[in-house]
C-alpha cells in the first residue's frame, strides 16, 4: 500500500512540476523568471539650497548654492516667479556642491520667489528648496 501511495504522489507531484512552467506566460512570467527586471524607485535623500541675498534688489543677480551632493550629480533649479519660471542646470563639484546665479531683472517687488532644486546621479534624487524676495532698486 505504501509503494502505491508513494506512485500516485509521485504522479501528482511530476503533473504539478510540469504544469506550473507552462501556467506562467506574458508579464507574470517575466516577473517570476526574472526578478531582477522589476524597477525601483529611485532613493530620495535632502539636500541643502541658500541664496546669496533673501532680499535682492531688482536687476541684480541672485546666487543659488547648493551643497550635501554625491560629485558629479545633475542639479536642476526652478526659480518660480510670477509670471515665469526659469530653469538653470549645473553638475556638482568633487565637493558635492553646485553655485548657480539668477539675473532676476524687473522681478516682481514683495513677491517670494521659490527656487525648486532636483538633482540626481544614478538612481539616487535629491531635493531641497530656497527663496528670495525681491525689492526695489
Not at 20 to 49: D, M, N, R
Not at 102 to 121: E, H, L, M, W
Amino acid at each position: 500500500m505504501l509503494s502505491r501511495l508513494s506512485r500516485r504522489t509521485s504522479a501528482v507531484l511530476a503533473g504539478l512540476l510540469v504544469a506550473a512552467p507552462l501556467a506562467l506566460v506574458g508579464p507574470a512570467a517575466t516577473a517570476a523568471t526574472h526578478p531582477t527586471a522589476t524597477a525601483h524607485p529611485a532613493a530620495t535623500k535632502s539636500c541643502a539650497a541658500s541664496v546669496s541675498t533673501t532680499s535682492p534688489r531688482q536687476y541684480t543677480y541672485v546666487g543659488v548654492n547648493v551643497s550635501r551632493l554625491s560629485s558629479g550629480a545633475k542639479v536642476k533649479t526652478v526659480a518660480h516667479y510670477k509670471t515665469t519660471n526659469t530653469t538653470k542646470t549645473a553638475t556638482a563639484s568633487s565637493s558635492g556642491k553646485a553655485a548657480l546665479s539668477y539675473y532676476i531683472s524687473g522681478a516682481t517687488v514683495g513677491y517670494r520667489v521659490y527656487v525648486d532644486v532636483t538633482a540626481t546621479k544614478g538612481s539616487t534624487r535629491w531635493t531641497c528648496r530656497t527663496s528670495f524676495t525681491p525689492r526695489s532698486r
